[in-house]
């Protein structure tokens, strides 16, 4: 039952963090004199249940099997998406239950889709509110993925399991240390990429919006037509560099800082991105550069890798329809989409390492038939 208990506390703690989250689109409404009481109603709920949870779950022992790991990560998810989906609820906005769940949910798993329609003419601190869904939801997939799921033995990602982090009785002291690392690792890069953002043209306002759903790779946006709102290519440049930074492992960048300097150089997934985004660039420069005469060289070479930095990791910022551009670019941008970024980081998709263990079972199972005798054992990662 303690194992239950300490489910419901750290729901709860999620919980008044959320709520507290919610101080930033009330400050924005007195910025902006849009003032109304949608977030401060639902931040005084959020943190009335998150406080009811966290002190009807008190105890002294706390521990997570993974049994209750399970659940929490299930029930992380739903809590935090239905308190999130509140001041949609009480805007102004005139959404019913559904579509505002759909937004929170859309929202804190960075994926991206949207119901608001007219996002130009949007209330500012709605505008505000789905960034930090969006940037709150990025974290909590990178400390998931790093601290969690190794554990649970999900989807392969026990091969990224921390160092020294073996028995699940440990889950809580270590998930304290990575998500702490982690968090303040996220900080800084969503301060440098708002604050590059800012120097090459955008308000502070969307610099603030678009560097949260940048990191995040969750492509929310502060206009209808997102990046391409501001049709300014140095923006562009900026985004392509941060969503790049946003896919790589964050368990790479806590090495990093461990003290693995030449992590970044000899980390396998890292080099299968690279590989995938260059081969990737390099094909689509060549479809724009034989099939449309729109563009400068420059200018073609920075929209392919906008949009497939964009569409690999899931973000979804667009600059120009690619629809027009013929059937190819769909299909291949389908076939990115599902590939996906790094392990560990806030993209979507299958995850590259998949394909890359796949990839390393084909051959191995190659050199049997050529060495029927032959015992060939599987290393990822020098793991």
């Known amino acids: 039952m303690s194992n239950y208990k300490t489910v419901f506390f750290i729901l709860g703690i999620l919980q008044i963090i959320l709520g507290v989250s919610m101080v930033f689109p009330i400050i924005t409404q007195f910025i902006f004199e849009e003032f109304d009481s949608s977030f401060i109603s639902a931040s005084i709920i959020s943190i009335i249940f998150g406080t009811l949870f966290l002190l009807s779950n008190i105890e002294n022992n706390r521990k997570l099997n993974l049994q209750s790991a399970f659940l929490l990560t299930a029930l992380s998810w739903v809590s935090v998406a239905i308190f999130g989906s509140l001041p949609f609820i009480f805007s102004d906005l005139n959404l019913s239950m559904t579509d505002s769940f759909f937004e929170s949910m859309s929202g804190i798993t960075t994926t991206g889709s949207t119901i608001i ?62 998500t702490l690392i982690i968090s303040i690792i996220y900080l ?144 291949f941008f389908l076939f990115l989409m599902f590939i996906g970024g790094c392990a560990g980081s806030t993209t979507c998709g299958i995850k590259i390492f998949r394909f890359q263990i796949l990839g390393y079972f084909i051959m191995n199972q190659i050199k049997k038939l050529v060495y029927p005798r032959g015992v060939f054992a599987i290393k990822y990662n020098e793991s």
């Not at 992590?263 to 590989?275: C, P, R, T």
Request: glycine letters at 8%; hydrophobic letters at 50%.
């Open 117 to 178: 329609v007219n996002l130009d003419n949007a209330p500012k601190d709605i505008l505000i509110w789905r960034a930090i869904l969006q940037w709150l939801g990025g974290i909590g997939v990178i400390v998931m993925a790093i601290t969690i799921l190794p554990l649970l033995n999900v989807g392969g990602m026990q091969l990224f399991r921390v160092e020294s982090y073996e028995s699940t009785e440990k889950i809580l002291p270590k998930a304290r240390e990575v």
């Open 188 to 331: 800084i890069l969503t301060f440098v990429c708002g604050f590059f953002y800012w120097i090459v043209g955008m308000n502070i306002f969307d610099s603030i919006a678009h560097s949260m759903t940048t990191i995040a790779t969750g492509g929310f946006s502060t206009y209808s037509d997102s990046i391409g709102h501001f049709q300014n290519p140095r923006i562009e440049i900026i985004s392509i560099i941060f969503i790049i930074l946003g896919s790589i492992p964050f368990i790479a960048y806590l090495k990093f800082v461990k003290g693995d300097k030449k992590i970044f150089l000899k980390d396998v997934q890292i080099k299968g991105l690279l590989y995938i985004l260059f081969f990737s660039i390099s094909l689509m420069f060549l479809y724009l550069l034989f099939n449309t005469n729109e563009y400068s060289y420059l200018d073609n070479l920075r929209i392919s890798a906008f949009n497939v930095v964009s569409i690999l990791s899931g973000t979804g910022y667009v600059t120009d329809d690619f629809s027009l551009w013929g059937k190819f670019p769909l299909v």
